[in-house]
């Protein structure tokens, strides 16, 4: 499978290419998926690159005073309903992706030997947990094609983003979510 030159996450192609071939903004947009629509917390990375002037780097953002990233992910818009703290996960996220992987973001999953050190690798990262390190495996396979051995067996084996390969899909993944969430509540 070759590289996909777009994900369909958000109504903007031009966040949508920047998801595909930016690895920190489809980090950040994932970090960010978290009480917030999934199509708003993919379209942030866009909109940070935007606010910050340039390409998303993440030794330059974790550099970047905490108070001022604050700033920036406040707006307006808001890059996410918890701006202060999401900003500053954000910051750790790109903190310890330069002293894990010197900066670059797909060095978490390219240098992977399998899908099970892919997943942990994810849960160690600040604002990803099991679920969501899982979800990520499946669009690290799914939609980039870039998936180590083994990825389909650490993957979400749940609907999420990374069954989405058209927009329009985002409004069925909602239904399917609230739809588990119900039937959860209802055995509880």
């Known amino acids: ?98 002293a894990d992987y010197d900066g670059e973001a797909a060095a978490v999953w390219t240098t992977a030997t399998d899908g099970d050190e892919l997943r942990k690798r994810l849960e160690r990262l600040p604002g990803f947990g099991k679920a969501k390190a899982r ?7 799914k939609r980039l094609g870039a998936g180590p051995p083994g990825w389909e067996e650490a993957a979400a084996d749940w609907p999420s983003i990374a069954d989405v390969d058209d927009f329009e899909k985002i409004y069925e993944l909602r239904e399917q979510k609230r739809a588990m969430k119900a039937a959860k509540k209802a055995k509880s």
């Not at 550099?63 to 992910?73: K, M, P, R």
């Not at 979800?135 to 396979?141: E, K, L």
């Open 1 to 98: 499978m070759t590289a996909p030159s777009s994900l369909p996450f958000t109504e903007s192609e031009d966040a949508n290419r920047l998801l595909a071939t930016d690895p920190l903004a489809l980090l950040i947009g994932m970090l960010l998926d978290q009480q917030f629509p999934m199509e708003r917390a993919f379209l942030s990375p866009h909109l940070l690159r935007e606010r910050l002037g340039g390409d998303l780097d993440a030794a330059a953002i974790s550099a970047t005073d905490e108070d001022e990233l604050v700033e920036v992910f406040r707006g307006p818009p808001a890059l996410h309903r918890f701006p202060g703290s999401m900003a500053k996960r954000t910051r750790a996220l790109c903190e310890a992706l330069v």
């Open 135 to 141: 979800v990520f495996v499946g669009i690290v396979g």
